[in-house]
């Protein structure tokens, strides 16, 4: 049967090599929960010695667990192993590990539950676990990957497309990924030639190549406009047993989260879809109600204080509702504390808010400065019109306009509307460049994670609310 593999692939990354085997997945799982385990108790020993386990430490080990199984399984660290490298999941444990232990020691400290459990089992923790993880994909490695130039699998090309130098560069690149390139053959369809393998004949010479010699992989570097070419690809294979694998020349076209399925039992390649699928969908979303119930309750007093300045600021209710459009796109009623007269746009109808901004009031410019208008939007998270993270939403007049003006503009409604996102933490947020706002939502959203999400979240914190560029 044919298989397909997703064109886009990324500098620093290997190219996809199907899915993740159900039981690798399952050892990854089970391995980093037990060696987490095994870790406290192993740092626990090395604290004190051979004294029992005392009750505060296993309730503390306990709760890790809590934390890892959140933090570990809300990462991109148990997605489909499209080949990546050594180096990029050894910085992806280097990177959760110890996020995940700081999460860890904030709750303790603002719970007050094991605050005084020691500092040096905690660093002792966390560098076993991290270790113990290290040590499990390495032998994941060994086993799955056969490194060591053992059970290396012998491939070759047809075609060459800028997608099959990516492929080949990436093999090439990394010693454990259980791959060799021999060569390529090449096609009329061809646009250029490939570096870093010598070339094999044309496809003419396939078939006479891959029955004379052990080739246990071919991949098709082909236009999926050309069927001719890649039937008559096909035709060649007819006799071998070898792996096929496709690598779609999709020249020109800009995917989201694509992949290769099976719907059917018909192997499918999916161009462009939303990352919030399955259960990372319910991870959002308990996501989005668990924080924004706990932020409405601790904003609560500022809040009040804002719906008083606002009423005494001018006639008119506290609150303002605005339609704007959010995930599929949907239409919601977007509230903010009003900043506004009550009448402003009843002449000048829907205005972008530009430098010199006067229609606000005096408070409402202090609010718009501060972003504290935005508050009451954590109401709208909490109903399941908006997430915490996500791309701003618009009304629906300039969603109109700016689809037909900035390209992949409606992509940004692959995900529900945020209240922050990656673009306002960098910087783009009020009158500044479309564009780059919506290269940064797209980037969020084909690299979306709970991480990534906590992470816009603490740097909102930091340099989010007070901007140059909100008025």
């Known amino acids: 049967m044919l298989s397909g593999s997703a064109t886009g692939f990324r500098e620093s990354s290997l190219p996809a090599l199907g899915k993740l085997n159900p039981l690798l997945g399952l050892v990854l799982r089970t391995g980093d929960l037990v060696f987490f385990v095994v870790a406290g108790i192993l740092a626990y020993a090395a604290r004190f010695g051979t004294e029992q386990l005392s009750p505060e430490y296993a309730h503390a080990i306990s709760r890790g667990v809590l934390f890892a199984l959140i933090i570990l399984n809300g990462s991109s660290l148990y997605r489909h192993w499209r080949g990546r490298t050594v180096a990029a999941e050894l910085l992806k444990v280097l990177t959760l590990w110890p996020f995940m232990f700081c999460m860890m020691a904030v709750y303790a400290l603002a719970m007050r539950d094991g605050q005084d459990t020691s500092r040096l089992w905690w660093a002792c923790w966390m560098l076993f676990s991290i270790t113990g993880s290290v040590l499990l994909r390495a032998a994941v490695r060994a086993r799955w990957t056969r490194a060591g130039q053992v059970d290396v699998r012998q491939s070759v090309v047809v075609g060459a497309n800028p997608e099959a130098q990516r492929l080949v560069d990436a093999i090439r690149s990394d010693d454990l990924c259980g791959i060799n390139v021999r060569g390529w053959f090449s096609t009329h369809a061809d646009r250029g030639e490939l570096t870093g393998a010598p070339m094999l004949g044309r496809l003419d010479n396939l078939a006479d190549y891959v029955e004379s010699r052990p080739v246990d992989l071919v991949w098709l570097a082909l236009p999926m406009r050309d069927q001719a070419k890649i039937s008559f690809a096909l035709s060649q294979l007819r006799h071998s047993t070898a792996d096929i694998k496709l690598v779609p020349d999709l020249f020109g076209l800009h995917l989201l989260n694509h992949s290769v399925e099976e719907v059917a039992g018909l192997p499918v390649i999916t161009l462009q879809q939303t990352p919030l699928q399955g259960a990372a969908r319910l991870t959002k979303a308990v996501e989005d109600r668990l924080l924004s119930l706990a932020i ?176």
Not at 335 to 358: I, L, N, T
Not at 362 to 374: I, Q
Not at 415 to 432: L, M
């Open 296 to 471: 409405l309750l601790l904003i609560s007093p500022l809040m009040l204080a804002v719906a008083i300045a606002v009423k005494l600021s001018s006639p008119g209710p506290v609150f303002y509702r605005q339609e704007r459009v959010s995930w599929n796109n949907k239409r919601f009623w977007m509230y903010k504390f009003r900043s506004m007269p009550v009448d402003a746009e009843q002449k000048s109808g829907a205005v972008w808010a530009k430098p010199g901004e006067s229609r606000s009031t005096r408070v409402g410019a202090f609010l718009r400065k501060t972003s504290l208008d935005e508050l009451p939007q954590f109401f709208n998270v909490l109903i399941g019109d908006m997430s915490i993270v996500g791309p701003r939403p618009e009304r629906p007049v300039f969603v109109e306009q700016f689809k037909n003006e900035i390209p992949d503009y409606m992509k940004k409604h692959m995900v529900k509307a945020g209240i922050t996102g990656w673009a306002q933490v960098n910087g783009w947020r009020g009158s500044t460049d479309l564009s780059k706002r919506i290269e940064c939502d797209i980037y969020y959203i084909e690299n979306w994670s709970l991480v990534f999400d906590l992470k816009i979240i603490a740097l909102t914190l930091f340099k989010g609310f007070v901007n140059k560029n909100a008025y």
